[in-house]
């Protein structure tokens, strides 16, 4: 069973940055397309960004496009977002999630789009918070 941690959440100014991690045990994360979401409370969840599997293929939503970077460290299972210029609006608890690449849906392919974040995720991290202060 797969398991998901997320890391590197916290306070910071706007314009500061903050780098996200994610680990996974219990399994290797080589044929998981990973996606990151983030949720305010009393809103829906939204997708923010996702990676194939093989790290080749990037989404961003429009939100965050030009300020974040997701990466991912096979070695380490280990994927990152990078968010930079940080708004109070990217307050929130940010998640990260693997789904098993088995079609290109769901495997971040750029002919979806933002779809992947609805196609439905494997397995969820527990969430970490980051809070944005103007």
């Known amino acids: 069973q797969l398991q998901l941690m997320e890391s590197g959440g916290g306070s910071m100014q706007s314009g500061g940055s903050l780098r996200l991690s994610c680990v996974a045990s219990?399994?290797?994360?080589?044929?998981?397309?990973i996606g990151w979401f983030r949720q305010v409370s009393g809103k829906e969840r939204e997708g923010v960004s996702c990676i194939s599997s093989s790290g080749g293929n990037t989404h961003y939503a429009d939100s965050v496009k030009g300020r974040f970077v997701v990466s991912r460290d096979y070695a380490k299972n280990t994927v990152y977002l990078e968010m930079n210029n940080l708004k109070p609006e990217d307050t929130a608890v940010y998640y990260c999630?693997?789904?098993?690449?088995?079609?290109?849906?769901?495997?971040?392919?750029?002919?979806?789009?933002?779809?992947?974040?609805?196609?439905?995720?494997?397995?969820w991290g527990k969430g970490t918070l980051v809070t944005v202060s103007s």
């Open positions: 219990g399994g290797k994360l080589d044929l998981y397309a």
């Open positions: 999630a693997a789904v098993l690449s088995v079609s290109s849906l769901k495997n971040c392919a750029p002919t979806y789009g933002g779809r992947f974040y609805t196609s439905g995720m494997d397995y």
